[in-house]
């Protein structure tokens, strides 16, 4: 189980540092500000050309910190700003269960070009740079929801007399923490982007998912494994437990369906999927578009889980808060 494991996380850091290849072959010129700890620094570059960067210090990247209540305990947890400080089109970026806001960094770089557009890149608990929990909590899918909704009504939804046109991407676990926001805010949302990530998982897919990968690296202990994913090692070992997913679901002998979610949601539902993705498979993208008529879907030729941010890609995302 242990190889399996190690196995499975060294795809997703594979597919992680994908993403966040650069998006062509120019030369690198920003830098997000990111804290000297952070293991993912040396990657957190972008690239453009002088004439592709917006003029105004503000609009490029900067990590601010939201304090949470949980009780009567207090944590932060870390994001990405970038953009236009006063933009109508927000996109609010969810990450995938082991995996930083950093994943982000393209998305960031393809919209500073943009006028009238705000990216927010978020570290769940225990990630990047956000506050790691106690010994005795635990981490699990009912907080991290509990954490975006207070971080969407305090900075997002903070000021009353404005109310910012909101889409939210998500990759695979962010996009079932997506879903959930629209069940939570509803309207309040213009739009959700799922990255390889359907209304239903299969449990065969997450088998083979695990049973698939080939372990090249050798195994590694636990801690070393946390430090190489920014990731608290007690997370790492909490995603594994059953009750890591507490959220309601139905579940079938297929696997886990997540419709009644969107029940009643009238925004806009996009979806990437991997042509080659053991989780986003076609037949549950065509089962989706049965469910939401109205889906837009794009495939990403090649690619697993999740897919990655290329351009065509990042254009994808933009058509969708139009």
Known sequence: MKKELFNLLMEVKAEIIKSIQPLGGKKTIIEIQEQ?????QSLAKVESTPSEVEKDEESLPETLYYEIQDGACFRKIAYTVSGSIDAENILLCLPGLL??????????HFFLKTPNYKVISVDFSGRGQSDYLDSDQSYKMSLYLSDLSQFVEGVLFRDQSKRPKLTVLG???GGVLAMYLCKLFGSKIFGIVLNDIAL???WTSLYSLYKSMKNDAGFKEA??????FDVDEKAMSDVQLPTHFDLAYQADVWGMNFHESLEG?????????????????????SEAKTHIPRLK??????AGHPAPFTVPVCEFIQSAMI
Do not use: W
């Open 297 to 302: 879907t794009f495939e990403v030729p090649g």
């Open 171 to 173: 990759t695979s676990m």
């Open 223 to 228: 801690r070393e494994l946390a430090r190489d």
């Open 265 to 285: 949601y009238k925004g806009r539902v996009s979806l990437i999927y991997g042509g080659d993705s053991k989780i986003c498979t076609k037949r549950r993208v």
């Open 200 to 202: 239903t998982v299969n």
């Open 99 to 108: 995996e930083t806001k950093a994943s982000f960094l393209g998305i960031h």
């Open 36 to 40: 000297p700890h952070m293991q993912v």
